[in-house]
C-alpha cells in the first residue's frame, strides 16, 4: 500500500530550505569573498585620502571588473580584472589604467594591488 499525500507524515513532506547559491548565476566569473576584502580595503584607503570616489562591479562571463572612478561621471582611473582564462598563463589578476596600459599582471592579488596601494610615508 503507497502513502497519499493526505496519509503521509507532514513532516517529511517539510521542503528543505537551501541556502543561496554562492554563484546565483552559473557561467559568471565573481569575486570572492576574500579577494573583495582587500580591494574594498584598499578602496576605502583612497576614499579616505580623497583620491576615490566611485565604483562599479561588473560580472561578466569570462572576468569580473571592479572599477575605480575619481568621479561618477568619468571613465575609470583604474580597472581590477579577474581572469580565469590567465590562471596558468600570465596570472588572472590584472591592475588596467584608463588608457588601457596593464600596469600589473599577476597570480596573486596581493602583489598586483602594490602597483596602486600606496604605503604610509613617514614625514
Same mark, same amino acid.
Given at each position: 500500500?503507497? !502513502? ?29 569573498? %576574500?579577494? !573583495?576584502?582587500?580591494? #574594498?580595503? !584598499? ?6 585620502? @580623497? ?8 560580472? #561578466?562571463?569570462? /572576468? ?21 582564462? $590567465?590562471? /596558468?598563463?600570465q596570472g588572472m589578476y590584472s591592475?588596467?589604467?584608463?588608457? @588601457? #596600459?596593464? $600596469?600589473?599582471?599577476?597570480?596573486? %592579488?596581493?602583489?598586483? $594591488? %602594490?602597483v596602486i596601494d600606496r604605503k %604610509?610615508?613617514?614625514?
Amino acid at each position: 500500500m503507497s !502513502l497519499t499525500s493526505e496519509d503521509a507524515d507532514p513532516s517529511e513532506q517539510r521542503a528543505v530550505a537551501r541556502p543561496a547559491a554562492a554563484n546565483a548565476q552559473p557561467g559568471r566569473v565573481t569575486f570572492n569573498r %576574500l579577494e !573583495l576584502h582587500r580591494i #574594498l580595503n !584598499l578602496y576605502g584607503r583612497m576614499v579616505a585620502d @580623497g583620491e576615490w570616489r566611485d565604483y562599479a562591479i561588473d560580472f #561578466l562571463k569570462d /572576468r569580473a571588473v571592479f572599477s575605480v572612478f575619481r568621479r561618477a561621471s568619468e571613465v575609470p582611473i583604474y580597472r581590477i580584472e579577474k581572469d580565469p582564462r $590567465l590562471a /596558468r598563463k600570465q596570472g588572472m589578476y590584472s591592475v588596467i589604467s584608463a588608457t @588601457g #596600459l596593464i $600596469l600589473r599582471r599577476g597570480h596573486e %592579488l596581493e602583489r598586483v $594591488l %602594490l602597483v596602486i596601494d600606496r604605503k %604610509l610615508a613617514v614625514v
